[in-house]
């Protein structure tokens, strides 16, 4: 089955090397897709498309679009390469994190880098990351390894690296989570949408 074959979830390894759980992840569940072994996945490909939808944030109405954006039309469909691209450019939506920024920022140019992890922790709360849930000191370890190179103070774009890298974080570590808990039937079931639930504190 799929979830036999996935990596079993290690937060801390996922931190560490975050393109290569990403890639054995994602590789597994499109191997599983690409029944004819060409190497490309229909643009109309059902499981595909729920993949996406339910691994970033890419809405519905946008999701044509930004498969062909990332896709070759010569070939019909999206490799693993730009199945990954993907996921890991919208794992976040950019005017979410610009939004955040403005809210946490005093002259709308840095964030101290203090403020920047309860703004990122604020935007998990939200679920805009996802659905993965952490504990205090996950959090933290997830922080700290993000913001490693994070000065006193923070701008604009290295905030929106900040957020994405959390985000593709908590995606993964939710995709994976379900795959080794064996919360699928078969590939399809992997990437449905979890029970809608309110917000943490609603």
């Given at each position: ?42 643009f ?10 339910q ?62 992890r309860?703004a ?21 370890l ?11 103070l ?17 995606r ?10 064996g ?20």
């Amino acid at each position: 089955s799929v979830a036999a074959a996935l990596p079993e979830f290690d937060l801390r390894r996922v931190v560490r090397d975050l393109e290569g759980f990403e890639r054995l992840a994602y590789g597994e569940a499109f191997a599983s897709m690409d029944t004819q072994r060409t190497g490309f996945l229909p643009f109309d490909a059902d499981c595909m498309r729920a993949l996406v939808l339910q691994n970033s944030a890419v809405n519905e109405g946008e999701l044509d679009v930004e498969l062909l954006k990332v896709g070759s039309l010569d070939e019909g469909g999206l490799s693993l390469s730009s199945l990954l691209q993907l996921l890991r450019d919208h794992a976040v939506a950019e005017t979410v994190a610009i939004e955040e920024f403005l809210s946490a920022s005093r002259d709308g140019v840095v964030v101290p880098a203090t403020e920047c992890r309860t703004a990122l922790l604020s935007l998990a709360y939200q679920q805009r990351f996802g659905f993965a849930e952490f504990t205090q000191e996950q959090w933290d370890l997830i922080f700290d390894v993000v913001m490693l190179d994070a000065g006193p103070l923070v701008q604009l774009e290295a905030w929106i690296a900040y957020c994405q890298s959390v985000a593709r974080i908590c995606r993964l570590a939710r995709f994976l989570s379900r795959a080794n808990a064996g919360a699928v039937d078969g590939p399809a079931a992997l990437w449905a949408s979890p029970p809608a639930r309110p917000p943490p504190g609603g």
